[in-house]
């Protein structure tokens, strides 16, 4: 699933192409997508006036109206000169100068669109956490989090509601740099290894932006390009693969139903 430097990558390039643009009229291939929108896609029209993101949606301000896009599993955002539909094609934006389609193999993404005052309403009750890239996040702000927890620091890192983008692979691959144990409750941590943590997870995201993120599965940045973060990647997806810190190997567990990847000989 795309993470934040994913859906940073994507905003970014978004606001750089469609920014300033206008929306002419759009194209609902699958109802699905948008089924709980409160207003229709149909509606939105008009000037592009904002790119932002929170946590791992797109929020894309359209005249009075914003689209908030979530790409969750295999949703795919690009931007195309001439249009190419395929199968997975869900929804068509055709703007005064190109389109941008909304592909979505397996169907888990949405598009909402709202007023900004829902917009307003939604994110509060969806109620994400801290931006780990943001200056709200201190090293102070992240000990709150970790705050004597039984959690596992694997899953409070993943966690949206305390810090907001972190999946998967950052969760892992942070660890790792830290040579912390995915296992550990957030409790045991001691100074030391809460420091380090929020070092290498501020570090990891940002070089994930800077290499347009991990297309670990179906990521692609709105030019249909892969990102290149996938080499740098330590410990996701390199079980039985020789850590490159010890030569020991690399294992996957289970862990709250997600495959977690580390190595047992050097994290602690
Ligand atoms: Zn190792």
Known sequence: MPELPEVETIKRELEREIKGRTIIKV????????KDSPISLEKVKGRIR???????LLLIFVDSLVLVIHLKLTGQLLYQKKLQKDK??????????????FNDP?????????????????????????????????????????DNRETKIKQ????????????????VESLFESRILPTRTAKSLNEKEITTLYKALRKILIKAIKYKGASVDTYLDLYGKKGKMVPFLKVYGREGKPCFRC???IKRIMLG???TYFCPSCQK
């Open 27 to 34: 194209k609902n291939l699958d109802a699905k997508v948008s």
């Open 50 to 56: 904002e790119i932002k993101r929170r946590a791992k």
């Open 88 to 101: 997975s094609t869900r929804i068509v934006f055709y703007l005064n100068r190109g389109f941008l389609v």
């Open 106 to 146: 397996r169907r888990f993404g949405f598009i909402k669109v709202f007023t900004e005052k829902q917009l307003k309403d939604y994110l509060q009750k969806v109620d994400y956490g801290i931006e780990p890239l943001s200056k709200k996040f201190t090293l102070d702000a992240f000990k709150k989090i970790i």
């Open 156 to 171: 409070l890192l993943m966690d949206q509601s305390k810090i907001a983008g972190i999946g998967n692979v950052y969760s």
């Open 247 to 249: 030569k020991g190997k």
């Open 257 to 259: 139903g997600r495959g």
